[in-house]
């Protein structure tokens, strides 16, 4: 028994005349007839009886009616939900993802999208340093992550997508002498404490940090260190030191810290999309594709 013998035989159910249900279903007569033959054969009993103007169901074909219209109606939605599934709009995706992505406006970008255009779409946030997020794809825990550097010992595995980057600004306490001018050189703060950050967290911008620093005369005096950004902020404003911080950083207005730009600091916060290069996936190619997207229209925005 096949689909196409219960499609054959609700349609003539509904018309009870052969004619009709050909010209309804576009064929012909005769090739109708024998698949409804076939499938009252299958069945092992009539299911219909023919009148002066058509057909009426048998008892037989009056039950069968309902589970076959059952079966194509559900066929209907495994086949909708193959296509949805196949097409990236039904699923789960576990995301890792560092606290950047959050304060850039990026991952609240990225799921307000999915909860207004694919909500059949789980998503299941982790917030992971890039290392963690190594362990947790060979863990299996993840399934994409959005980190600001990839661990260089799974670049070999791992696809790696640039989706976003923003300068980054200095944070100082807002009675800092030097709080005073719009705009610093780097030179003028050979003398200061800095709270920093792991070098794990951003390996590249750490280490641009650092080699601008040294080409403006000095190594940076690194008092403390801070691995979220938001932590890094609320201790400049304790006054432990000055620090480097992504521009989104600014749009939270941490209390007692003003935000200065800095002559000869051209490094930019990098953030990445990265996953299995061995699987595929198509909930997680909408979710870079959305990524991507989001995070243009908002660097776009930001330049204009």
């Not at 980190?147 to 300068?167: Q, T």
């Not at 641009?208 to 940076?220: H, L, N, T, Y």
């Not at 008092?223 to 000055?242: D, F, K, N």
């Not at 996936?281 to 991507?292: G, I, P, T, Y």
């Amino acid at each position: 028994m096949e689909l196409r013998h219960l499609r054959y035989f609700v349609a003539v159910a509904e018309e009870l005349n052969f004619g009709r249900a050909a010209e309804r279903l576009r064929i012909a007569q005769p090739p109708l007839s024998r698949q409804v033959r076939d499938l009252e054969r299958e069945l092992g009993t009539a299911l219909f009886e023919r009148v002066s103007r058509g057909v009426e169901l048998t008892p037989a074909g009056r039950a069968f009616l309902p589970e076959a219209r059952l079966t194509l109606a559900q066929a209907e939605r495994a086949q909708r939900t193959a296509q949805r599934a196949a097409q990236g709009e039904t699923g789960r995706l576990r995301v890792g993802f560092v606290e950047a992505a959050t304060h850039s406006g990026i991952l609240p970008d990225v799921l307000s999208f999915f909860r207004a255009h694919l909500p059949s779409v789980g998503l299941s946030l982790f917030e992971l340093d890039p290392l963690r997020q190594a362990e947790a794809f060979q863990d299996g825990r993840i399934d994409i992550g959005i980190l600001h550097s990839a661990p260089v010992d799974a670049v070999r595995w791992l696809r790696v997508e640039p989706i976003y980057s923003e300068p980054v600004i200095l944070a100082l306490p807002k009675t800092h002498a030097l709080a005073e001018r719009s705009r610093l050189a780097l030179a003028s703060l050979a003398d200061e404490a800095f709270v920093g950050f792991p070098r794990v967290v951003a390996p590249e911008m750490y280490d641009e940090i650092i080699a601008s620093c040294r080409r403006a005369g000095f190594s940076p005096r690194i008092v403390q260190e801070a691995a979220g950004w938001h932590t890094l902020a609320s201790l400049v404003s304790a006054g432990v030191g000055v620090g480097v911080v992504p521009r989104s950083i600014a749009e939270f207005q941490q209390p007692g810290v003003v935000y200065r730009t800095v002559r000869a600091l051209d490094v930019e916060m990098a953030l990445l999309a990265v996953w299995k290069r061995s699987e595929r996936s198509a909930v997680r190619e909408r979710f870079v594709s959305a990524l991507k997207s989001l995070a243009g229209a908002r660097t776009s925005g930001a330049r204009g």
